[in-house]
T-cell receptor, first 114, second 115 residues
């Protein structure tokens, strides 16, 4: 079974600075997908970014980018120019290519300081 | 707004009781997924339905059951409730057979409190 580990329960960043959230996963599969979700205080789960394992190029979405290291099974999220609205819990998730369910990490709480 | 709706938003009940959580997927989505988010366990996959049929099952207790109706809405039934069942229950939907390129869109969740 796949596992997802987020080793940083809490992180903080100064507004306008850059922060990186870590995620590692364990799998024996070669084809899979990785996601970062944001959960603000409203508890809504919001998709931030998605990475296909077969793609070597790291995904980017505006201020959000990932560093995908397939051999190391690492998938970190970089948030540039942090904003107060980025404060939330961030979850890393793994999904097999042929399975609908996602396996989530335990989350990292991000605090943005003004 | 993801387009996925869940009712009720909050539910408070007593141990031993039974409750039903309801989810309406985004228009056109055929797959529905249920997840449980407890304070100390993150999100756990419970079950997936595709077009009325059970597609995958995760860490769902025998006291829990779900179904997807012809109009594609889904219900999660929780019975013989225990204190430990208190959690946020999410429904998500996607338009394919759980194919990864079909993003899962999450509803706002139902917060269940068992007293």
């Amino acid at each position: 079974a796949q596992t997802v580990t987020q080793s940083q329960p809490e992180m903080s960043v100064q507004e306008a600075e850059t922060v990186t959230l870590s995620c590692t996963y364990d799998t024996s599969e070669s084809d899979y997908y990785l996601f970062w979700y944001k959960q603000p205080p409203s508890r809504q789960m919001i998709l931030v970014i998605r990475q296909e394992a077969y793609k070597q190029q790291n995904a980017t979405e505006n201020r959000f980018s990932v560093n995908f290291q397939k051999a190391a099974k690492s998938f970190s999220l970089k948030i540039s120019d942090s904003q107060l609205g980025d404060a939330a819990m961030y979850f890393c998730a793994y999904r097999s290519w042929n399975a609908g369910k996602s396996t989530f990490g335990d989350g990292t709480t991000l605090t943005v300081k003004p | 707004d993801s387009g996925v709706t869940q009712t009720p938003k909050h539910l408070i009940t007593a141990t031993g009781q039974r409750v039903t959580l309801r989810c309406s997927p985004r228009s056109g989505d055929l797959s529905v997924y249920w997840y449980q988010q407890s304070l100390d366990q993150g999100l756990q996959f419970l079950i997936q339905y595709y077009n009325g049929e059970e597609r995958a099952k995760g860490n769902i207790l025998e006291r829990f059951s779900a179904q997807q109706f012809p109009d594609l809405h889904s219900e999660l039934n929780l019975s013989s409730l225990e204190l430990g069942d208190s959690a946020l229950y999410f429904c998500a939907s996607s338009d394919g057979q759980g194919k990864v390129e079909n993003t899962q869109y999450f509803g706002p969740g139902t917060r269940l409190t068992v007293l």
